[in-house]
């Protein structure tokens, strides 16, 4: 054989062998990245409460809750749920019963969980900028603020809500030493004066957080 045909065979060969290590190490590449542990893999699972059992008992394909810490926040979240399920309905030719659909009100937007009888009577207590005083739930009528919703058409809608007991006892300290009532008696009152659709849960930090343990999408209301 010719130098030259010689060292043909030899480039030839040489290429070949790189060749197959390359294949050899992209699959041993490809095998290590497999063999990495993903969250699934680790084993980890949730605990369970029978205090937030309710989120997994809601019907729906799909999950979301709107969490919402002040009064500009409370208006928003009614008006991010209910833009949710119209462009769910429109867009997708879907209905509002395909949504597990949570409106958290939590720290300052509290008060929106109460139902007017409740605002007649302390608004002047929950809002002390307005001038005159509220006397029902700012959220029982449809209005710039929320969108042109209302609590009442959004629980038409399926929409539930979720509202912070913590801060509910705040609230009836507030009341309790502005009254004379005891602070567990304006508690009792203010958790049997909740909207439609609503459940006293123990802090609404805690049902946010356990509700995306439950598969629920969170959207922060401002």
Not at 52 to 80: F, N, Q, T
Not at 147 to 165: E, K, L, T
């Amino acid at each position: 054989m010719k130098e030259d045909d010689q060292q043909t065979v030899g480039r030839r060969a040489l290429l070949s062998n790189l060749g197959v290590a390359a294949v050899a190490g992209l699959a041993v590449s490809a095998s290590q990245v497999s063999a990495q542990p993903t969250t699934q893999d680790t084993g980890f699972q949730p605990g369970r409460h029978g205090q937030d059992l309710w989120l997994d008992e809601l019907s729906g394909s799909h999950r979301v809750i709107v969490d919402s810490s002040s009064p500009v926040g409370g208006a928003s979240a009614l008006w991010y749920a209910n833009n949710i399920i119209s462009a769910h309905e429109e867009s997708y030719e879907g209905s509002a019963s395909d949504y597990a659909m949570i409106v958290c009100f939590r720290h300052l937007s509290t008060t929106y969980g109460f139902n007017d009888a409740i605002w007649q009577k302390y608004g002047a207590m929950f809002d002390r900028a307005a001038n005159p005083a509220p006397t029902q739930n700012p959220m029982s009528t449809a209005g710039p603020s929320n969108g042109g919703n209302s609590i009442a058409s959004s629980v038409a809608r399926g929409v539930q809500f979720a509202i912070c007991g913590r801060a509910t006892r705040r609230f009836a300290m507030a009341i309790a030493s502005s009254t004379g009532v005891t602070a567990d008696e304006a508690f009792a009152e203010l958790s049997s004066s909740l909207i439609p659709n609503a459940r006293m849960v123990p802090a609404g930090v805690v049902t946010v957080t356990r509700a995306q343990e439950y598969g629920y999408s969170l959207l922060y209301a401002e």
